[in-house]
Each structure stands twice: as C-alpha cells, then as structure tokens.
Nanobody, 122 residues
C-alpha cells in the first residue's frame, strides 16, 4: 500500500514537495513512480525511480523542474516540484512495482494509492 501527501494550492513559480510512504516489505526492491491526472484528461506519467535510487526517468514536460528521490530507510519517495505552472494542476498519484533487481525501472506499476491534489494558480 502506498499513500501520497503534500498537495496544496500554490502560485505559478512556487515549489512544492510531495511525499509517498509505502507500507511495503523490502521497500528498496520496489520501483516507484509518480503519475498525475488533470481534470478531463487521462492519467499521465510524471517520474520514476529505481529501488537503488540511482536510475530516474522524467516526462519531458517536467524535466529540469521536478526531481524524484527516495529514502529507503523511511519507505518514502519524494517529488520536488519547482517552477510550477498552471498546467501542472492535477491529482498526483504514486505507484509501486516489485522488482527482483533494484537497478531497473519497471514498465508498469501494480500498487496505487490515493492521490493528492496540486493546484497551481496563475
């Protein structure tokens, strides 16, 4: 089980950090991802990180602005969002997928938590 938190209402240009805590055994063996769904749109990929913490991937729309990290000792992943834009407004979800190797990004995720709403005003 995973649970995202940290959403809120911010202004364009502001920063926000989302957290996602996983109640998962062997947390470092889970590839983690962040996804978002804006009103009226389909859910889209935002970022992913390997269990080893050294492999990350980002959607083009957030590269250079968002940074995903994790603290395996605390079973938590983070999404640092800087230079937020109104188009970043969405419900953000974290997701997990067990991987036998810690140094891979899983192609999909099978454990999803409740989302957290991020609203960016112009």
């Amino acid at each position: 089980q995973v649970q995202a938190s940290g959403g809120g209402l911010v202004q364009a240009g502001d920063s926000l950090r989302l957290s996602c805590e996983g109640s998962l055994d062997s947390f470092s063996h889970y590839g983690m991802g962040w996804f978002r769904q804006a009103p009226g749109k389909e859910r889209e990929f935002v970022a992913a990180i390997s269990g080893s913490r050294d492999i990350t991937k980002y959607a083009d729309s957030v590269k250079g602005r968002f940074t995903m990290s994790r603290d395996n000792a605390k079973n938590t992943v983070f999404l640092q969002m800087n230079s937020l834009k109104p188009e970043d407004t969405a419900v953000y979800y974290c997701a997990a997928k067990f991987t036998s190797s810690q140094r891979v990004l899983p192609p999909d995720h099978d454990q999803w938590g409740q989302g957290t709403l991020v609203t960016v005003s112009s």
